[in-house]
């Protein structure tokens, strides 16, 4: 016989008064964990400044009414398939062998999604290789060869990821790498390029879907394997779409530790604005740094970017040092805007980086 809502209240105010004091308890924290879920506002998509161009297709696909990870990944592709930026895809800085490995990862709300790639070689948009392992896996990562192996099978074209361009730096660092060795200085002073890269971009549309995608070539002359932070899932990128999506560009290692994509949307969770919640992770970063990568006022010798989106809309990006910039689409079109800032950039350790020995932690 179905139940009254009279002897219901009953019931469960007769089971309540046999719990003991601790099981009340108990319960008690387990709603306050119930997780408040934000309202749809207004379509936007973010990402770091090199996705200028890329927020601004993204956001025509929103318009057309395309799934925002569609639209975002598309974004991203520009930068992923333009050999002049070093520091995705093809033309990519390569690591210490001259290898261009490429790391990304992507999710997708509404499906509560995700799908990632570490560490692949000759595959120019690691972000596609990311959303196929999502939509046709029912893993979340692969890597390296395999991942290679996987994404030809899925159609995508094998090419040297390598440009001219890139190869020189390659081949100028490993030349200036020892005064002693056997390969001659170039007969030049032309800088070497380090790569400080990486895009992230994350959308929401008017209905409150969102997504988010970061790829990248990772650090410029890494140690060859090395995975950094970009497809890691909570760490590169992040997005939840009850609450909002975030991501980030700068020293993966030190966002892998603070999980700065997850860290970021947890306290948009707990009602921190955006801005709020990206200077906050910052903080947590700074909080998290080994001591040799810090001068002796405690000062990080990198920086970190985090960009950030909310389900209704508001947005914001945060850096560690002043004179971030990162990109935004919407309806008053695709433009740069200034990120918020932890530490003065008068405040950057300058001079020689101390030598890092591996017992000085
Ligand atoms: N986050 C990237 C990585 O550590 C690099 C960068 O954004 O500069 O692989």
Redesign the pocket.
Known sequence: MPLTRRDFIARTAAAAATLSLTERLHAMRLATTVLPVGTAGAARIVSSTNGLRGVARAWEMLQRGDDTLDAIIAGVNIQELDPDDD?VGLGGLPNADGIVQL?ASCMHGPTRRAGAVGCIEDIATPSLVAKAIMDYTDHIMLAGHDAKTFALEMGFTAQNLLTDRSRQNWLRWRARLNPGDFRLDYDDDVAIRF????INMNAVNTAGDMSSVTT?S??AYKVPGRV???PIIGA?QYCDQTVGAAG??????A?IKACGGFLTVEFMRQGMAPEQAALKTLERVVAMTEARQMNDKGRPRFDLNIYTLAKDGRYGSASLYEGGTFAVADDKGARVETAAFLFKRAEFPTGPVPVQRARAR
């Open positions: 520091s790391d790569t400080h890269g990486t990248t990772g650090m950094g932070d970009s590169g980030s560009t700068g020293r993966g290692e966002n």
